[in-house]
């Protein structure tokens, strides 16, 4: 990769993080955003339990079909299910970006990276309570915060 290519992929990084630290994700009537300081968590990360946010629309952060994102969605569900843990149907994002998502409770850290990278995702979310991830897949690596509710 030459110094051009690398620039425009940071770039593009930037891009992402910024789109991902901006964003609601959660549920319809419970939303919550990434936040270097501790407000009031999600009801699901009140516990200690730890619990991963998990789509697969948009792939590699680029806009999809919505016959399409249903599609790799309910394939995602089938695995999650096929996987034994207990899930909630919420929604990332809003407006054209806004996506189907699935907060799976109970969730390692591999299952998390393991359905991101199945469906092309660039992060997925992993929390422990109130503390959560943006995991990026690639490469592997992690930036933390807090799931502070709105």
Same mark, same amino acid.
């Given at each position: 990769?030459?110094?051009? =290519?690398?620039?425009?992929?940071?770039?593009?990084?930037?891009?992402?993080?910024?789109?991902?630290?901006?964003? =609601?994700?959660? +549920?319809?009537?419970?939303?919550?955003?990434?936040?270097?300081?501790?407000?009031?968590?999600?009801?699901?990360?009140?516990?200690? %339990?730890?619990?991963?946010? /998990?789509?697969?629309?948009?792939?590699?952060?680029?806009?999809?079909?919505?016959?399409?994102?249903?599609?790799?969605?309910?394939? +995602?569900?089938?695995? /999650?299910?096929?996987? @034994? +843990?207990?899930?909630? =149907?919420? /929604?990332? @994002?809003?407006? =054209?970006?806004?996506?189907?998502?699935?907060? /799976?409770?109970?969730?390692? +850290?591999?299952?998390?990276?393991?359905? @991101?990278?199945?469906?092309?995702?660039?992060?997925? %979310?992993?929390?422990?309570?109130?503390?959560?991830?943006?995991?990026?897949?690639?490469?592997?690596?992690?930036?933390?915060?807090?799931?502070?509710? %709105?």
């Amino acid at each position: 990769m030459d110094t051009v =290519e690398r620039r425009e992929a940071q770039r593009q990084r930037d891009r992402l993080r910024s789109a991902f630290t901006a964003a =609601e994700y959660g +549920l319809t009537d419970e939303r919550f955003r990434l936040s270097c300081t501790r407000g009031t968590s999600p009801s699901w990360a009140t516990t200690g %339990l730890a619990w991963a946010t /998990v789509t697969a629309w948009n792939p590699e952060g680029k806009m999809c079909s919505r016959p399409a994102n249903q599609q790799r969605q309910a394939a +995602l569900k089938t695995s /999650v299910i096929q996987r @034994g +843990l207990p899930f909630l =149907e919420g /929604v990332n @994002g809003s407006g =054209e970006w806004q996506e189907d998502t699935l907060i /799976v409770l109970g969730a390692r +850290l591999s299952d998390a990276v393991n359905w @991101g990278q199945q469906t092309g995702q660039v992060a997925v %979310l992993y929390g422990l309570g109130a503390r959560v991830a943006l995991v990026w897949i690639k490469p592997l690596k992690a930036e933390r915060f807090w799931a502070a509710r %709105l």
